[in-house]
């Protein structure tokens, strides 16, 4: 219980790393494209391969119904925070609506295998990091005080901390909730991806973000392969 609730709190904290990064490294628009590139590669990756396998679309339409789900609600929620200007509380949105499905798949991961998945893990640190640096440059721009922007990252890592222990108890009452929740991680990542976080990395980065999304998959793909 402990472990889950300590990997939640791990996955989803290395967002407060990008905040720290965002300091020495949001001047450089380039910099903060790179690594939003890459980000985006590990989690191509981690859609492909850990949020739906191939095996998983064997389950039923009920794979796919969550697939969308995630992406309809992605987009309505996306869709409202465009009205406000700010590109970091779409970001932010993203890191929410992948952050909490992700979580519960860790700790449902734990109680089930006895072991975390490693690929999966790095996939969610390595992504979620450029994520924080991205969303809180834009958030500073946006005029939100640096106090606030902790405070919505560190109360994001905790609710992640407590649905990945939640997954974890409720392991054993449950049946195919954990490809449901990755379905549905799986459809908001993806939209995420391709509403913000691709366009916005060629944007800041130019032709080159296209070499770092390619890396960022192949590292993840590897990393999946390995374990």
Known sequence: MTQALLWGLVAAGSLLVGQLLATPLGRSTRTVGLMMAFGAGTLISAVGYELIPEENLQL??????????????????????DRGGSSGRALFLGALLDGIPESFILGLGLALGGSISVAFLAAVLLSNIPEGLAGTTDLRAAGVTERRVTLMWSSLAVVCGFVSLGGYLVADHITRAGELASAFAGGAVLTMLADSMVPESYERAGRVAGLLTVLGFLVAGILSALQ
């Open 60 to 81: 039923g339409w009920e794979i796919g119904a969550s697939f969308l789900l995630g992406a309809l609600i992605y987009y309505a929620g996306a869709r409202i925070v």
